[in-house]
Nanobody, 127 residues
């Protein structure tokens, strides 16, 4: 079982940057694909970014391409989400998610593909 704990959210102004972190427990973290999702009030949870287990592949949701960067440090069991040029529409709870399959080659944007979830961290962007 893997536990995920997000941090780094907060109240920021439009145009600011934030780096979210997701610390994972468990010895298998380096074998698992990871992702970030977000959920704004009244909306569905939305895929934001994904990274494969070796960090050789990353991909992003269309709404965040060019401003969000996902990365990971397997030695620290941590995945990051760098968010630049924040906009009010980025306001949401951001969730870290993990795929339980080891060394999975396929990656996706569906929530159903991820088995581990953190509790979320709130990002609020004021205009």
């Amino acid at each position: 079982q893997v536990q995920l704990v997000e941090s780094g959210g907060g109240l920021v102004q439009a145009g600011d940057s934030l780096r979210l972190s997701c610390a994972a427990s468990g010895r298998t973290f380096s074998r698992n694909n990871m992702a970030w999702f977000r959920q704004a009030p009244g909306k569905e949870r939305e895929f934001v970014a994904g990274i494969n287990w070796s960090a050789s592949r990353t991909y992003y949701g269309d709404s965040v391409k060019g401003r969000f960067t996902i990365s990971r440090d397997n030695a620290k069991n941590t995945v990051y989400l760098q968010i630049d040029s924040l906009k009010p529409e980025d306001t949401a709870v951001y969730y870290c998610a993990g795929d339980s399959r080891a060394f999975a080659q396929s990656m996706g944007e569906s929530r159903s593909q991820y088995d581990y979830w953190g509790q979320g961290t709130q990002v609020t962007v004021s205009s």
